[in-house]
């Protein structure tokens, strides 16, 4: 069972529950129930209208709000009832209901929010795009790790390629952290391809770029706002004037095929690594096919045991956090602010 | 008289030699002097076949190799035998070799490179694209004020709108660098957006966009990356199939406007800022055309005394670096090693 919270998508509670019902996976579905009638026999509905704002401070009106839909889906998971946690809202409100109710994997820094872009040769994974907004060189080494088992268990790349995200290809390129990052991970166990840079994200040179969340968010958006411009455009100009109207006629078929893979709905939208149950956070101009590729998404998670296998990985490459013997790493109700 | 350095053009000097002739401006260029003499009568040739790679390290390289082309023709622009710099060879060389030898504006931190984005609805400025791989708050007020002057100067923008990338638009969102600086530049002279995000680069929506070295270089890299990927898999598409052929041909027209637009060469690279004299850095991959741009912007900075008003306007914002009474800051000879 997977929880899904309607609340906050672009094309409303409606367009996810049509989206849920089309992925025939069972779901605990929340949001405002009238609105969730089409999601089908396969939903258990959670009548949870009041919904948390992108504008609002995540942490505070998370603890404050029990009422609201990702709190009440966010719970569901945490106390058991569902194996993982689909939100089609806003980042900010998941990443701090997660951290909070679902809680790390013991012994990880932080959760980071990983994207899969949808690029011709790719998928290609990056991560963090957002969590955080800096980033110390062991909560790098440790998204690589997270990365690397995210692509294994729910892309099936079985020996996935990892570079780290910096200025230049040579060792010597970048910020202290990175320099570091980059010393640990070249001595670890991952497929580790050293640093790449910018170029190598819509190339798909690797399979997993970790970097930083500020970056990382600059980059995914950088990088998907580009593909919109530019098709865009290109979209604007076969239309206009009636010679070029054939021509775009006679070349639509051959560019869906382009638009098809560049398609950010097929890949079912980020999902946030390091937490005890996996979260997927859609994004919020999804319509129902989008929703569907999240929920199947999350289902995978759960039947490869992503998370068993990332908490696994961590520990035999000694990149989980020390603690002093008997305490209890993880089960702090801790978050960050900054996401 | 401009200095232009021939060396390190992925088309060879030659190719340099013919984008000069074709700028018809007067120029010293420096270089292997035989592959030189399609130059024409307004180049003076001056010989210098040695030349500072990519991959040596910068600033010992210039500093100990006085015969190199790009270590001679900035200092024939910091003995002012020369108004500006073009170089058609590597980043970190021009930068260390710029700094040593024309040396920054009395009051400026360190330089900043800047790349006119080529975007449908651009130019769009992003600075620094990684001149430095850090930059503190003092350092991104001073990149504000010297990419709105060079549009002012070299794009003719009379009032630049300037936005500050972070990983969103409200106030709060950022690194604390990020956060000081807004504060800064809210209660500053210039018309200033606010923070701005990744998506605005190719979206255009602010005429400068000022970053750290490190999230502008990423920035950079993935939009000319993604550009590149996508215009490719286009034509790849376009090219296949019969049917397709003939829609190409219909439709070459439209898309050959585009493919202007989105051009690098158009625009003649990336600027250093921050330096007394006017330095240009072509793109590796430039042809005679972006060789022909990046002298015609050299010129422009000249002849709107780029390098004067910026002093100018940083001074009257307050954004120069305070110096002790008696000290000659900016005439030392230091370096950043970073780049």
Same mark, same amino acid.
């Given at each position: 069972?997977?929880?899904?919270?309607?609340?906050?998508?672009?094309?409303?509670?409606?367009?996810?529950?049509?989206?849920?019902?089309?992925?025939?996976?069972?779901?605990?579905?929340?949001?405002?129930?009238?609105?969730?009638?089409?999601?089908?026999?396969?939903?258990?509905?959670?009548?949870?209208?009041? !919904?948390?704002?992108?504008?609002?401070?995540?942490?505070?009106?998370?603890?404050?709000?029990?009422?609201?839909?990702?709190?009440?889906?966010?719970?569901?998971?945490?106390?058991?009832?569902?194996?993982?946690?689909?939100?089609?809202?806003?980042?900010?409100?998941?990443?701090?209901?997660? !951290?909070?109710?679902?809680?790390?994997?013991?012994?990880?820094?932080?959760?980071?929010?990983?994207?899969?872009?949808?690029?011709?040769?790719?998928?290609?994974?990056?991560?963090?795009?957002?969590?955080?907004?800096?980033?110390?060189?062991?909560?790098?080494?440790?998204?690589?790790?997270? *990365?690397?088992?995210?692509?294994?268990?729910?892309?099936?790349?079985?020996?996935?390629?990892? *570079?780290?995200?910096?200025?230049?290809?040579?060792?010597?390129?970048?910020?202290?952290?990175?320099?570091?990052?980059?010393?640990?991970?070249?001595?670890?166990?991952?497929?580790?391809? =050293?640093?790449?840079?910018?170029?190598?994200?819509?190339?798909? !040179?690797?399979?997993?770029?970790?970097?930083?969340?500020?970056?990382?968010?600059?980059?995914?958006?950088?990088?998907?706002?580009?593909?919109? !411009?530019? $098709? *865009?455009?290109?979209?604007?100009?076969?239309?206009?004037?009636?010679?070029?109207?054939?021509?775009?006629?006679?070349?639509? =078929?051959?560019?869906?095929?382009?638009?098809?893979?560049?398609?950010?709905?097929?890949?079912?939208?980020?999902?946030?690594?390091?937490?005890?149950?996996?979260?997927?956070?859609?994004?919020?101009?999804?319509?129902?096919?989008?929703?569907?590729?999240?929920?199947?998404?999350?289902?995978?998670?759960?039947?490869?045991?992503?998370?068993?296998?990332?908490?696994?990985?961590?520990?035999?490459?000694?990149?989980?956090?020390?603690?002093?013997? *008997?305490?209890?790493?993880?089960? $702090?109700?801790?978050?960050?602010?900054?996401?």
């Amino acid at each position: 069972v997977i929880a899904v919270d309607a609340n906050g998508a672009d094309q409303g509670p409606a367009a996810v529950a049509e989206g849920v019902r089309r992925s025939r996976v069972p779901t605990l579905l929340f949001g405002p129930r009238m609105e969730l009638l089409s999601a089908g026999d396969l939903a258990e509905l959670v009548d949870a209208p009041e !919904t948390i704002k992108a504008g609002d401070e995540p942490v505070a009106a998370v603890r404050s709000r029990r009422d609201a839909s990702i709190v009440q889906a966010a719970a569901a998971v945490g106390e058991g009832r569902a194996e993982a946690l689909v939100s089609a809202g806003s980042t900010g409100p998941t990443l701090a209901a997660g !951290t909070i109710s679902i809680k790390r994997i013991r012994g990880v820094f932080r959760p980071a929010l990983a994207v899969l872009l949808p690029v011709p040769d790719g998928p290609v994974l990056l991560l963090d795009a957002g969590a955080s907004v800096q980033a110390r060189p062991e909560h790098l080494v440790q998204f690589a790790y997270m *990365g690397a088992c995210f692509m294994q268990a729910c892309v099936g790349v079985e020996r996935p390629r990892v *570079g780290l995200l910096s200025v230049g290809e040579e060792s010597g390129k970048g910020t202290p952290e990175i320099l570091a990052a980059h010393d640990r991970l070249a001595e670890g166990t991952l497929d580790f391809a =050293g640093n790449v840079e910018g170029f190598d994200l819509p190339r798909a !040179t690797v399979d997993v770029v970790v970097a930083d969340g500020f970056s990382g968010n600059v980059a995914l958006k950088v990088l998907e706002s580009t593909v919109k !411009t530019l $098709t *865009g455009e290109i979209a604007d100009r076969v239309r206009s004037g009636p010679v070029s109207a054939t021509g775009g006629l006679l070349i639509r =078929g051959k560019l869906r095929g382009l638009r098809d893979q560049l398609d950010p709905e097929r890949v079912g939208g980020a999902i946030l690594l390091g937490l005890r149950k996996p979260v997927v956070v859609a994004h919020g101009s999804f319509g129902p096919r989008g929703i569907e590729s999240a929920v199947r998404l999350a289902q995978r998670a759960v039947s490869e045991d992503m998370v068993g296998r990332t908490a696994a990985a961590l520990e035999s490459a000694g990149a989980l956090r020390s603690a002093p013997a *008997g305490s209890v790493v993880g089960a $702090t109700s801790e978050t960050s602010s900054d996401a």
